[in-house]
């Protein structure tokens, strides 16, 4: 269980920064900060998602109390803060469930929230404790009826109705706009942070001691779901945050499929980051029915050899990644480990895959694969130019192209593969080794001598690259140059496109998104390679750092894993909230590196068989 005490919880700043979510396995979600003082355009009691389409509603936006005459809502105005709810909270907990306790007249309030799995709906139980009479409960509704990007404003009309069900209540109709609530994290962000909400009027209802309240916030026609069936279901997994925030990603697709929320709240389902992120959001968490599922679902989308680097909201998938395609190659090898299924992957999967190669051997030049500016996973672009083109034989592409043709060639056991393999290797130990700096190019043809962690993977993958020396010297130069308590930076320090701080209006932020600001799901890399190369001796700061990633568990979305980090101490966690693969390599890193599940690139049994 983790925990926030009242010296957090009643400094409204502090309240503030920090943020909790609970997921409905569809791609909803309920969430706000721990004050519940909406700080961003995607906070909300209810945000609903589709199975079928990547975008999300924000339908109601917020559900403020008022218990024995105490208000306890609590919202930014310009100039105020109004109610001042924040100032009653007597606790918040997170385990299964999100949970406050508030201190009323009379006794205390407990409020849980609640996402039912699979279903568009929101559960908000209200319990009175240590009372010896009941309380009058008054709940007004916020709605706002809108896409998760936009922002409502009282001239765009009041939005859709609701439903709404509060047991045996009675509702006082009084509709109203209340104008101007401003998100501080909009602010931040250089984007609109002032929104006007509408509310049709106010529920009232009387709390008995000892007894729960269900109040029940529905898109769905017959909404089936419960506290108690959602309690049960999270009961494997519920004693462990990261097993909790693994679960969060992992939803429904239409035709029985199952897909991957790249991070929470913004993006949806991304082929690079699910690939990456499945090892350890379903084979370290045994769930590898899922895995199937996601993985026959991506196999589905494959086109030309490439996998979709995204299912946009509004549109057609996007083919503009040549990585994701052989991180899924990376995922069918880790899972055919896991589970020893050889029918689904050989029979199923490895067409589709020798597809691929095949299909990329179009782009091959030298024995090395070539992408396209913008093809590799430091894509961000400013004004339509990019940041980090990358155009070339980029690092961590070649060293996924030969695990993609070793996993390849012993599926099928080719020979032919196997010695296309080869000489992939070769040249890459030709090109990409820069002597006078003791690391890997990131890019060559043309030669790029940018220090990035991207080199890590030439170490990492199931089928290394670099070995001895010159693995150690990759290690040492990265550890020296990248290397923070909670991931790598994107770029050395001391080039003079180091960017500290991922701050600031969009310009701003993209500008810095791949040069020095801190990625974690980089901790899986570096520690696989470290563990690889050092053995037994890496052992301790692979602990630390984990260590390091759980005391963040509590420092800004309570529970789960930041996208990013400063680049510069002391590292504030920035972006998405919650991200799958910073949640999925730690977990990873855990399950194979540190309980005993050896990645060792040499699987003799299934490289040979």
Known sequence: MLTVGTDVLRDFERATALEWIETNGLGGWSSSSVCFANTRRYHGMLVTASRSRAERTVVVAKLDETAAGLELGCNRFPGAVHPRGFEALAGFARAAFPVWEYAVPGGRLRKTV????????????????????????????????????????RHDGPPPAVQIAVPGARFETAPDWYDRFEYDRERERGLDFQEDLYTPGVYVTTLVPGAALDVVLTAEARPRGSIDAERARREAFAADPLLLAADQFLIDRDRDGRGVIA???????????????????????????????????????????????????????????????????????????????????????????????????????????????????????????????????AVEVNALWYNALRIAAALADDAGLLQHADRTRAAFRERFWNAAAGCCLDVVDPDDASVRPNQLLAISLPFALLRGERAESVLRVCESKLLTPVGLR?????????????????????????????????????????????????????????V???????????????????????????GCIAQAWSVGEVLRVIEEELHGREEDGTDQRLAHR
């Open 263 to 393: 991070g929470y709240h913004w993006f949806a389902e991304w082929g690079r980051d699910s690939m990456i992120a499945l090892p350890g959001l379903c084979l370290a968490t045994r769930r590898f029915g899922d895995a199937k599922r996601i993985l026959r679902r991506w196999l589905g989308a494959m086109r030309d050899g490439r996998i979709p680097n995204r299912f946009v909201e509004h549109g057609e998938p996007e083919y503009n990644s040549i990585d994701a395609g052989l991180w899924l190659f990376i995922a069918l090898w880790k899972y055919l480990k896991a589970t020893g299924d050889h029918a689904f992957v050989r029979s199923e999967a490895l067409p589709r895959m020798l597809q691929s190669i095949a299909a990329l051997q179009r782009d091959v030049d030298g024995d090395l694969l070539r992408s396209r500016a913008q093809e590799t996973w430091m894509d961000a672009r400013v004004d339509g130019v990019a940041i980090t083109p990358r155009e070339g034989n």
């Open 548 to 574: 390091n990633i759980r005391l963040h568990l509590g420092q800004a979305a309570v529970g789960t894993i930041s996208e990013v980090f400063d680049g510069d101490a002391p590292h504030v966690p920035r």
């Open 490 to 546: 994107t770029l050395d320090p001391s080039d003079p496109r180091y960017r500290g701080r991922i701050e600031g209006d969009p310009r701003q932020r993209d500008s810095a998104y791949h040069q020095g600001t801190v990625w974690p799901w980089l901790l899986g890399p570096y520690i696989s390679a470290a563990l690889r190369v050092r053995g037994a001796a890496a052992r301790a700061q692979a602990v630390e750092l984990m």
């Open 114 to 153: 609640v996402c039912p799995n699979g279903e568009n709906t929101t559960i908000v139980r209200y319990e009175l404790l240590d009372a010896r009479s009941p309380i009058e409960l008054r709940l007004r509704p916020f709605l706002a009826g809108r896409d998760s990007h936009w922002l409502l404003h």
